[in-house]
């Protein structure tokens, strides 16, 4: 029973009206709470409606509590008091510079990860803790997340977002491995959870490519992860059809191939996305900055592959340590 009762407390709307009772006026408790007026003003007509009654007298300079209002604001206040008091003896100090990141577990393996480095120079004391799922993330409802790095097709709605990358998805062969029968029979394939036809399978690329032949006698190795079928290609069991921003970084080592890499299937746009008014605090708007500019180095990076790399025969020039070097100088 219990359970159910606080189920019902309308947490949200109780923490806007704390803030705008306590500075007297939804803008300033819409800059302390990183969120616009209106949703102030939104959260506090809704938990309104819920009560039945006013809280707040609208008038000519601002807003002013009710009665009703000002009972409610010393108990809500105190209670409030001393559920922070606790959890600041709890929480530890570095808090205060840490952001929690949510994102697929390939898009963290393959590309977030490796280039988190440059971000803890830049910024020693800050901390990023990053949560994998399968799932996109309710920022609404889950207020623990400062970040959601998703693949979509369409923009998250009532979010801040920031466009990072177009995707498209290409065929790679492990690095010396000739294209023979074998090879081309065995395709690794990503079991996709998406309701509908997949843009990104065998199948279409084939039409696309000109290889019908190749799906008769193919043997589909099929993983349910992006980043396992990767590594099943890097480790040389086959040829993958992989997102280019997830296998760019084994194309610059030298672990995959290119094949055909005019062949390419229009894939999704990879966003970061935040409640609004959230990019403002400090440690997500470091964050979000640093993001935008991995991404430009990408975008670099992909351009160069693109124009100046020959991958005929199936050579990879990006094993040369100098050309490595040289496609470094450029992106950097």
Same mark, same amino acid.
């Given at each position: ?37 209106? @949703? ?8 309104? #409606? ?18 009703? =209002? ?6 809500? #206040? ?11 003896? /709890? ?20 590309? /977030? ?47 801040? *977002? ?55 006698? @193919? ?18 069991? =086959?040829?993958? /059809? ?24 229009? =894939?999704?746009?990879?966003?970061? @996305? ?23 180095? #990408? ?14 025969? #199936? ?8 050309? *490595? ?8």
């Amino acid at each position: 029973m219990l359970a159910n009762m606080f189920s019902k407390i309308p947490l949200t709307s109780l923490r806007s009206f704390e803030s705008a009772a306590r500075l007297s006026s939804f803008k300033a408790a819409a800059i302390e709470l990183f969120v616009t007026p209106s @949703a102030i003003s939104h959260q506090i007509k809704s938990l309104e #409606h819920w009560l039945g009654l006013l809280l707040f007298e609208r008038v000519a300079k601002g807003v002013t509590l009710t009665t009703e =209002g000002l009972d409610l604001y010393k108990n809500i #206040h105190q209670h409030f008091s001393s559920i922070n008091q606790s959890l600041s003896q /709890l929480r530890s100090q570095t808090d205060e510079n840490a952001i929690t990141v949510t994102t697929t577990h390939a898009f963290a393996s393959l590309w /977030l990860i490796p280039r988190l480095g440059d971000f803890y120079r830049r910024h020693p004391t800050m901390q990023v803790n990053i949560i994998t799922s399968k799932t996109q993330a309710d920022l609404h409802r889950d207020a623990s997340i400062d970040v959601a790095i998703s693949s979509v097709f369409e923009e998250v709605p009532d979010t801040y *977002q920031l466009h990072l990358m177009d995707e498209s998805f290409q065929a790679y062969t492990p690095y010396r491995t000739p294209l023979s029968g074998e090879t081309r029979s065995l395709l690794i394939n990503v079991r996709w959870e998406a309701d509908g036809h997949n843009p990104f399978d065998w199948t279409t690329w084939c039409q696309a490519a000109g290889h019908d032949d190749w799906l008769a006698n @193919a043997t589909f190795m099929e993983y349910d992860d992006e980043h396992h079928a990767l590594q099943a290609a890097t480790s040389g069991y =086959g040829m993958v /059809l992989a997102s280019d921003v997830l296998a760019v970084d084994s194309v610059t080592r030298g672990f995959l191939t290119p094949y055909k890499p005019e062949v390419k299937l229009t =894939g999704t746009h990879y966003v970061s @996305a935040c409640v609004p008014g959230r990019e403002r605090n400090p440690p997500v708007r470091d964050f979000l900055d640093w993001l935008s500019k991995e991404a430009s180095k #990408h975008l670099v990076l992909q351009r160069l592959l693109t124009e100046s790399i020959d991958f005929s025969a #199936h050579k990879n020039p990006l094993r040369n340590d100098r050309n *490595q070097s040289m496609l470094k100088l450029q992106i950097y």
